[in-house]
């Protein structure tokens, strides 16, 4: 069975950093494109970041430059570095994962298993 679990969300002020964290198991992480996601109430899931199999990060324009996506093979472990936090980067963030080693998308249709999620709230 497959278990996504992120941790490392909280409260922070404008221009403040956190480090969420993603526990994968009941997979083969190494072997599998890994994607952050956020919403926020009455929006639709957006995707943040992405890494594939190869490490090779892609990121969404609002946070590029400011996040920075990263896993840990040997520790089954996603990792999504925050700085410069805004109010807008407040959200529900999810750690998922795609049934391939390739990401190709933010679509949320493209990622097979799903965390719980971890709040982030930015305060101005």
């Known amino acids: 069975q497959v278990h996504l679990v992120e941790s490392g969300g909280g409260s922070v002020q404008s221009g403040g950093s956190l480090r969420l964290s993603c526990a994968a198991s009941?997979?083969?992480?190494?072997?599998?494109?890994m994607g952050w996601f956020r919403q926020t109430p009455g929006r639709e899931r957006e995707g943040v970041a992405r890494?594939?199999?190869?490490?090779?990060?892609e990121y969404a324009d609002s946070v590029k430059g400011r996040f920075t996506i990263s896993r840990d093979n040997a520790e089954n472990t996603l990792y999504l570095e925050m700085n410069s936090l805004k109010p807008e980067d407040t959200a529900m963030y999810y750690c998922?994962?795609?049934?391939?080693?390739?990401?190709?998308?933010?679509?949320?249709?493209?990622?097979?298993?799903w965390g719980q999620g971890t709040q982030v709230t930015v305060s101005s």
């Open positions: 998922a994962a795609a049934g391939r080693s390739y990401c190709y998308t933010f679509s949320m249709a493209g990622y097979s298993y």
């Open positions: 009941g997979i083969t992480y190494s072997g599998y494109c």
């Open positions: 890494i594939d199999s190869l490490y090779d990060p």
